[in-house]
C-alpha cells in the first residue's frame, strides 16, 4: 500500500476549501457591512460601494487561488514529490497565500476607492 502524500493531500483539501468559500460568499455575499461575515478590512467597510466591490472581488480572488493551490496539489501528486518537508511547505502556503490575496484586494480597493 502506498503512503500518502503528505503535502498533495494538504493543497488538494485545503484548496478545495478555499473554492467552496469563495463560492458560498459569492452566492451568499453579505448585504450590508458588519463585523461577522465577509471580507471585512478598514478599507473594505469605509462605505457600501466598497463593501459590495470588496465581497465581489474577494470571493472571486479566493476561488481562484483555491484552483490554484488545489492544481498544484495534483501536480505533487502526480509527481510523487516526498518529502520530509513537505508538511512544513504546505502550512508556510497556506500562511503565505491568504496573506498574498489580503494584500492584492487591498491595493485594488486603494486603486478603485481612494481615500477621500
Not at 11 to 21: H, K, Q
Not at 57 to 74: C, D, E, N, P, V
Not at 94 to 99: G, R, S, T
Request: charged share 20%; glycine share 8%.
Amino acid at each position: 500500500m502506498e503512503s500518502i502524500n503528505p503535502l498533495a493531500l494538504i493543497l488538494c483539501c485545503g484548496g478545495l476549501i478555499f473554492v467552496a468559500a469563495g463560492y458560498v460568499q459569492q452566492k451568499f455575499p453579505p448585504k450590508k457591512i458588519n463585523y461577522f461575515y465577509g471580507y471585512r478590512t478598514r478599507k473594505s467597510m469605509r462605505d457600501q460601494k466598497s463593501w459590495d466591490f470588496a465581497q465581489t472581488y474577494s470571493a472571486r480572488q479566493m476561488q481562484k487561488m483555491g484552483a490554484g493551490i488545489t492544481l498544484l496539489g495534483g501536480l505533487v501528486w502526480l509527481l510523487d514529490i516526498h518529502s520530509i518537508w513537505s508538511i512544513g511547505a504546505g502550512i508556510t502556503l497556506f500562511i503565505l497565500c491568504p496573506l498574498l490575496m489580503l494584500v492584492e484586494i487591498e491595493m485594488e480597493l486603494k486603486k478603485r476607492f481612494p481615500k477621500k
